[in-house]
């Protein structure tokens, strides 16, 4: 092959695999929302003592009509979740995945606020609160009241359109 007709060959064999490497990520790939982590005190407001609010502190009402004082504390983003699933247990739950840079931050969160309520929030809404029982940081689940609940939780989460 003379080096004339080489050289167009090669530099476009070059060419295409730049452009492979740079590729955009697969349409159907499972994409999640960012997610937002409040703590704060879990009473309700109708049994609770007096309650001093903190700055930034919300009132939320949670998916039983209690309502509870949050404050954000965390943002995970979505492309720190490597997954969110419906649980397979006898009890309705909401497993979450994280990857190594989101789960850090999450560590250290739950491990200073056990203890404490943790609601997780995803675009203004509510999703589920619960008491922080325990530190965790790469994988945690959240009960949920139904199979049902936890399917609509995970669907919430889950964008599976492409963008």
């Known amino acids: ?81 490597q997954s969110i ?12 995945a994280l990857t190594s840079n989101g789960s850090a931050e999450v560590l250290a969160l739950t491990s200073a606020n056990v203890g404490k309520a943790l609601g997780i929030v995803a675009d203004d809404t509510l999703l589920s609160a619960a008491t922080i029982r325990g530190p965790f940081g790469d994988a945690f689940q959240v009960s949920a009241i139904s199979p049902e609940q936890a399917r609509t939780m995970v669907d919430t989460l889950t964008d599976t359109q492409a963008e």
Do not use: K, Q
């Open 1 to 81: 092959m003379s080096s004339t007709l080489f050289r167009p060959l090669l530099i476009a064999a070059v060419l295409a695999l730049a452009a492979c490497s740079n590729a955009p990520p697969d349409a159907d790939a499972v994409r999640y929302h960012d997610i937002e982590l409040h703590l704060g005190a879990y009473a309700p407001v109708d049994t609770a003592p007096a309650h001093t609010p903190v700055p930034g502190e919300r009132d939320w009402t949670t998916r039983e009509g209690s309502t509870v004082h949050l404050a954000h504390a965390l943002t995970i983003p979505g492309a720190d979740i």
């Open 85 to 96: 699933t419906v649980g397979t247990g006898d009890t309705p739950t909401v497993d979450f």
